[in-house]
């Protein structure tokens, strides 16, 4: 796998992280409560939150984004924001560490929860580790996250204004492609084999904000291996390229039915990775959709 050249290896490494947390919180297992907001397991945190551990890169940005960089202790390994970067790894979103994670004596565990983690992190909660979960499915679930970690670190107000600036970014946005056309998308994740955005997907929400169709709105899950041949025949006006990587994807591009789409690249993980970027992720998304169309501040 080679990235390309003009790709930061940070950046490939946060794309692993993320499509590692979308995949696996798809198949969430039922003993752990995910569709219903976030949820506490173990001891009731502190009032006041001194030390904080991450299991995954979004929460990480939410925290740092509420000005409680300082409450950080430990992230997870692929956390690459200059802000933790001298911080102690405590392992990955299906394989966190319980022996890492407890020595770092956290007040407060942020979890995105998936049937990876779960067992381990049940574990931290009965040593005593008290954790909050929170699932990362759709905007909403991303605005009750920040809610959430507001409020447990005592930053209610940094975190309404967050919540307040990712709205915004999508009453205009949805406004500026009412006026427009429509373009059929495809969203791609990966090449070898083809991942692509399905329907209940993250960017499948995004991309009605920003006006497109999903074309792989028929697949039968969040994020799919997808048929070539589904892909050749939905015949996409664009194909969104988050993959990172070339690999197969000149292939992919010189099929019928593909090879007259226009093709464009994300220009930051703003959109990949749901937390308090995403504002910025629905505005770049809106930019590749409609390069003719101007976004008003």
Same mark, same amino acid.
């Given at each position: 796998? @080679?990235?390309? &050249?003009?790709?930061?290896?940070? !950046?490939?490494? *946060?794309? /692993?992280?993320? #499509?590692?947390? %979308?995949?696996? =919180?798809?198949?969430?297992?039922?003993?752990?409560?995910? @569709?219903?907001? &976030?949820?506490?397991?173990?001891? !009731?945190?502190? *009032?006041? /939150?001194?030390? #904080?551990?991450? %299991?995954?890169? =979004?929460?990480?940005?939410?925290?740092?984004?509420?000005?409680?960089?300082?409450?950080?202790?430990?992230?997870? !390994?692929?956390?690459?924001?200059?802000?933790?970067?001298?911080?102690?790894?405590?392992?990955?979103?299906?394989?966190?560490?319980?022996?890492?994670?407890?020595?770092?004596?956290?007040?407060?565990?942020?979890?995105?929860?998936?049937?990876?983690?779960?067992?381990?992190?049940?574990?931290?909660?009965?040593?005593?580790?008290?954790?909050?979960?929170?699932?990362?499915?759709?905007?909403?679930?991303?605005?009750?996250?920040?809610?959430?970690?507001?409020?447990?670190?005592?930053?209610?107000?940094?975190?309404?204004?967050?919540?307040?600036?990712?709205?915004?970014?999508?009453?205009?946005?949805?406004?500026?492609?009412?006026?427009?056309?429509?373009?059929?998308?495809?969203?791609?994740?990966?090449?070898?084999?083809?991942?692509?955005?399905?329907?209940?997907?993250?960017?499948?929400?995004?991309?009605?904000?920003?006006?497109?169709?999903?074309?792989?709105?028929?697949?039968?899950?969040?994020?799919?291996?997808?048929?070539?041949?589904?892909?050749?025949?939905?015949?996409?006006?664009?194909?969104?390229?988050?993959?990172?990587?070339?690999?197969?994807?000149?292939?992919?591009?010189?099929?019928?039915?593909?090879?007259?789409?226009?093709?464009?690249?994300?220009?930051?993980?703003?959109?990949?990775?749901?937390?308090?970027?995403?504002?910025?992720?629905?505005?770049?998304?809106?930019?590749?959709?409609?390069?003719?169309?101007?976004?008003?501040?």
């Amino acid at each position: 796998m @080679s990235l390309r &050249p003009s790709i930061p290896r940070s !950046r490939g490494i *946060a794309l /692993v992280a993320t #499509v590692l947390c %979308l995949l696996a =919180s798809t198949a969430l297992a039922a003993s752990v409560p995910t @569709s219903k907001g &976030p949820q506490t397991l173990g001891p !009731r945190a502190p *009032a006041k /939150v001194r030390r #904080v551990v991450t %299991l995954a890169p =979004s929460l990480t940005e939410m925290v740092l984004t509420l000005g409680a960089g300082n409450t950080l202790v430990g992230v997870s !390994r692929f956390d690459m924001a200059k802000e933790v970067e001298k911080l102690p790894r405590v392992g990955g979103f299906v394989d966190p560490s319980i022996e890492a994670v407890v020595a770092l004596k956290p007040d407060l565990l942020l979890v995105q929860p998936g049937p990876g983690n779960q067992r381990p992190v049940e574990k931290m909660a009965e040593l005593g580790v008290p954790v909050l979960l929170l699932p990362l499915h759709s905007v909403a679930d991303v605005l009750s996250a920040m809610r959430a970690v507001g409020k447990a670190l005592g930053r209610e107000k940094e975190a309404e204004a967050a919540v307040s600036r990712i709205e915004a970014s999508r009453t205009r946005v949805r406004e500026a492609a009412k006026k427009l056309p429509t373009p059929r998308v495809l969203f791609v994740y990966g090449f070898e084999p083809l991942v692509v955005a399905g329907p209940g997907s993250f960017a499948d929400e995004l991309l009605r904000d920003a006006g497109g169709i999903n074309v792989a709105a028929d697949a039968g899950s969040a994020y799919p291996v997808y048929p070539l041949e589904r892909a050749v025949t939905a015949r996409p006006d664009v194909v969104v390229d988050s993959a990172d990587v070339d690999v197969g994807k000149e292939k992919l591009r010189a099929l019928p039915g593909l090879s007259q789409a226009r093709w464009v690249e994300l220009p930051s993980q703003a959109l990949l990775q749901p937390g308090p970027s995403l504002g910025q992720g629905l505005e770049e998304l809106f930019r590749l959709l409609h390069p003719e169309a101007a976004l008003k501040p």
